[in-house]
């Protein structure tokens, strides 16, 4: 079975990196493209790349009510892998 879905909504969104005590007084800045797709259901589903760094979060579900947060808390979390 296919499912299609739509890209509803695109954001450039810059977070700031300050985990650790070398960003502390200086955050590094990663720039995120972050895209929010729905299906004929209305099920969310969200993808980021951070191109500057080859880093991406692929397709995965959306469950909370703000979508968007919810993606940028994905970023950040894979901002602290790396």
Same mark, same amino acid.
């Given at each position: 079975?296919?499912?299609?879905?739509?890209?509803?909504?695109?954001?450039?969104?810059?977070?700031? @990196?300050?985990?650790?005590?070398?960003?502390?007084?200086?955050?590094?800045?990663?720039?995120?493209?972050?895209?929010?797709?729905?299906?004929?259901?209305?099920?969310?589903?969200?993808?980021?790349?951070?191109?500057?760094?080859?880093?991406?979060?692929?397709?995965?579900?959306?469950?909370?009510?703000?979508?968007?947060?919810?993606?940028?808390?994905?970023?950040?979390?894979?901002? @602290?892998?790396?």
């Amino acid at each position: 079975m296919t499912r299609d879905f739509k890209v509803k909504n695109y954001y450039l969104a810059e977070i700031d @990196r300050t985990e650790g005590p070398e960003y502390y007084s200086s955050p590094e800045r990663w720039s995120w493209d972050i895209y929010i797709a729905a299906d004929h259901n209305k099920e969310l589903h969200g993808k980021a790349l951070a191109p500057g760094k080859g880093i991406e979060v692929p397709w995965t579900p959306l469950i909370e009510a703000d979508a968007l947060q919810e993606m940028m808390e994905k970023c950040e979390a894979q901002m @602290r892998v790396f």
